[in-house]
């Protein structure tokens, strides 16, 4: 078997995604997720300029080589782009190797280890009313587990935050990249944001009682020692965990946050490659593994980095927003099913314009994911549908604090 062809797709369906397809000598066809939020077509550019030719010839079966080949063979190793691009081309093999055995992924990896995926969605609010009716209608969707974002005083515009008087295309969340030639500019206090979201979470413990898992996402914003404080003023809450709490290039500063917090700590989705783990995992200085299989290199490395984690009884917490495409969404659910050290999968639903671009065999019932029977990665691609939304420039946003000097956002 060879591989004849490797095609990138862009299509914007609500948001822009980056899908690979690569077609066997034999007509088996397997697809990949290459979307990088914001910066789509330098990953489109990678794999049609660098990877695509490259890929023409081989043999498909072989995953480990096709995977080791592209990342030890550009010399320029890790980062987003090329990972995200080595991802895709990983995906698609491991699509066509399910589709050639008849067997859906998760089988390839080891069977089914769990009978679903326990999913959480994401509320959020401008107010404490409209968070609360948020989290109603999570529930009622059938969502067991809930992350909690909400405005803060002081703060313009905040992450995460769906103002429910706009309509959103994404019907249980938001969509993070606004669509325009320049990234939107949000404000940013973390002094107000910690003395605020504790009282947030006291009020929804006082409404949801006290089983419910709730889940929060600091995006990236405190210092460690503010990540610490926050970790220990969410505690009489019993947080299902804390995520992104600090940024983890400095891995050693969760060193900081774990002395003064038992709250759990979950971080990776920005990591491209198993080192960025490394100290995390190995100091036991995190709870959840926030990898995607779209930004983490794919399949391959991903189980890989959880048999790793599985060590220090580290769980999976899998990125799942809609900038994650359907494709790259079954193929980490693929790979939920099958390891021992599962944790949650995040489920930010995409809209109902990419799932009928995306077709998939994808369910979610009872509050549990699962990837489907279908052979290889259950996902298929309608090529005519994805031509009718061509891309369009999109940028995250950046945040400023109020002195005028850049925060990550
Ligand atoms: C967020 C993401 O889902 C999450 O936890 O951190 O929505 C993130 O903001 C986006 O993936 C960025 O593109
Ligand atoms: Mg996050």
Redesign the pocket.
């Known amino acids: 078997m060879k591989i004849l062809s490797a095609e990138v797709m862009v299509t914007s369906p609500d948001r822009n995604f980056v899908t690979l397809k690569v077609i066997t000598d034999d007509g088996v066809t397997g697809l990949g997720d290459a979307t990088l939020?914001?910066r789509e077509l330098a990953v489109a550019s990678y794999l049609r300029d660098h990877i695509a030719p490259l890929l023409i010839g081989r043999n498909p079966h072989q995953i480990e080589d096709t995977w080791q080949y592209l990342y030890r063979g550009a010399y320029w190793r890790r980062g987003p782009v090329t990972m995200a691009a080595i991802a895709a081309v990983d995906m698609a093999l491991w699509d066509i190797k399910g589709k050639v055995a008849g067997l859906p992924v998760y089988q390839l990896l080891g069977g089914a280890y769990r009978v679903g995926m326990l999913a959480y969605g994401?509320a959020s609010g401008t107010t404490y009313a409209s968070l609360s009716e948020s989290i109603h209608a999570h529930l009622e969707r059938g969502f067991l587990a809930v992350?909690v974002q909400s405005s803060v005083p002081g703060i313009r515009k905040l992450?995460?935050v769906v103002n429910h008087s706009e309509p959103s295309g994404v019907r249980f969340g938001y969509e993070?990249?606004d669509r325009g030639t320049r990234p939107v500019e949000e404000d940013w206090d973390s002094a107000a944001y910690i003395r605020y979201v504790p009282k947030v979470f006291e009020q929804v413990r006082q409404e949801f009682g006290a089983e419910l898992p709730l889940l929060h996402?600091a995006?990236h914003r405190l210092t460690p020692i503010e990540a610490a404080k926050l970790g220990q003023r969410l505690e009489p809450y019993d947080m299902f965990w804390l995520?992104?709490c600090t940024p983890a290039e400095n891995q050693q500063g969760l060193r900081l946050v774990r002395q003064h917090t038992i709250t759990p700590l979950a971080i990776g989705?920005v990591f491209n490659a198993v080192w960025d783990f490394q100290q995390l995992i190995s100091e036991q200085l995190i709870d959840y593994v926030?990898a995607s299989a779209t930004h983490f290199g794919g399949i391959t490395p991903l189980r890989k980095v959880m048999d790793f984690a599985a060590l220090y009884q580290i769980r999976s917490g899998f990125?799942?927003?809609?900038?994650?495409s359907p494709v790259g969404l079954a193929a980490q659910l693929h790979v939920g099913l099958a390891i021992h050290n599962f944790g949650i999968q995040?489920y930010?639903e995409h809209s109902d314009a990419t799932n009928t671009v995306f077709r998939q065999n994808m369910t979610f019932r009872n509050g549990l994911m699962h990837p489907g029977e279908a052979p290889g990665l259950g996902v298929e691609l309608d090529e005519e549908l994805a031509a009718n939304f061509p891309y369009q420039a999109a940028y995250?946003p950046v945040t400023r604090l109020h002195d005028g000097s850049m925060h990550d956002w």
């Open positions: 939020n914001g994401h992350r992450y995460g993070p990249a996402d995006h995520e992104d989705e926030r990125h799942g927003p809609t900038d994650v995040e930010m995250l």
